[in-house]
C-alpha cells in the first residue's frame, strides 16, 4: 500500500469513528430528552391515542412527546386566580371562547354536554372566557343558551392566548388544549369540535387510561 493510499484510508477511517460518534451521541441525547420528559410528563402511548384522533376529532394534534404547558393564569367566577396546576391529578380540556367567536358558541353546547358525560375527580372541560369589555356578557349568554355543566372561568385580559400565541400552541379562537394529570400537553387543536361526539369522548377516555 502506498503512502497516499495509507493516508486516505486512515482519513477514512477517522471519518467513520467521528460519524459513529456523532450517531451514538444523538442517540444518547434523544435517550435522554426521552427520559427527561418521561419523568416530567409520566409514560405516554401517542400511537394508541393518535389512531383515535378521527371522525369528528380528526383535527387533533396528538403529541408524539408532551411538554410541561406554558404558564396558564386566569380567574374563577368569583375573581380569585387560578392556573393550570390548581388541577394536577386531572386530565382537563383547557378551552379558550369568546361571545364574539361565533365557532366558539357553536361550539359551547358540545363542551357542556361532554363535562356532563366525563366531569368529575378525574377530568374536567375548563371553559376559560375571553370577553375582554364587559364581564357580564358571557355569563348571560351561558344562561340564555342553557350552558350550566361548565364552572365560569375568565381572562378579560387575555394573557393565557398570549402565553399558549407565544408557545405556539394557540393561532386563533376557539383553540383546545387537552393537558394531562401531571399538566403536560398532549393534544391541541385550532378550531372547533364536536366534544362530546363519540369519537372525541374516545379519544379522551384513551388519554384518561394513561398515567
Not at 467513520?16 to 451521541?25: I, K, N, P, Q, T
Not at 418521561?38 to 383535527?59: F, H, I, N, T, Y
Not at 404558564?71 to 371562547?97: E, H, K
Amino acid at each position: 500500500m502506498t503512502p497516499s493510499i495509507r493516508r486516505r484510508a486512515s482519513w477514512l477511517v477517522a471519518v467513520a469513528a467521528l460519524v459513529a460518534a456523532a450517531g451514538a451521541a444523538a442517540l444518547y441525547w434523544r435517550a435522554s430528552s426521552r427520559n427527561v420528559a418521561e419523568a416530567q410528563c409520566g409514560r405516554w402511548d401517542a400511537a394508541s391515542v393518535d389512531a383515535l384522533a378521527k371522525g369528528e376529532v380528526a383535527g387533533v394534534r396528538v403529541a408524539r412527546t408532551p411538554e410541561p404547558a406554558p404558564p396558564i393564569a386566569f380567574q374563577a367566577a368569583n375573581g380569585a386566580a387560578r392556573t393550570a396546576a390548581d388541577f394536577s391529578g386531572r386530565v382537563i380540556l383547557l378551552n379558550l371562547w369568546a361571545t364574539w367567536c361565533v365557532p366558539c358558541r357553536k361550539e359551547m353546547p358540545a363542551l357542556d354536554a361532554l363535562q356532563a358525560a366525563l366531569g368529575g375527580p378525574d377530568f374536567e372541560v375548563v371553559a376559560v372566557n375571553m370577553d375582554g369589555r364587559d364581564p357580564a356578557k358571557p355569563r348571560r349568554w351561558l344562561t340564555d343558551n342553557g350552558i350550566s355543566n361548565l364552572v365560569y372561568y375568565a381572562d378579560p385580559q387575555g394573557k393565557v392566548f398570549q402565553a399558549l400565541r407565544s408557545a405556539e400552541r394557540a393561532s386563533g379562537l376557539p383553540t383546545t388544549l387537552v393537558v394531562n394529570r401531571r399538566g403536560c400537553v398532549v393534544a391541541n387543536l385550532d378550531g372547533p369540535a364536536e366534544w362530546a361526539s363519540a369519537d372525541a369522548q374516545a379519544l379522551l377516555r384513551a388519554i384518561l387510561q394513561q398515567k
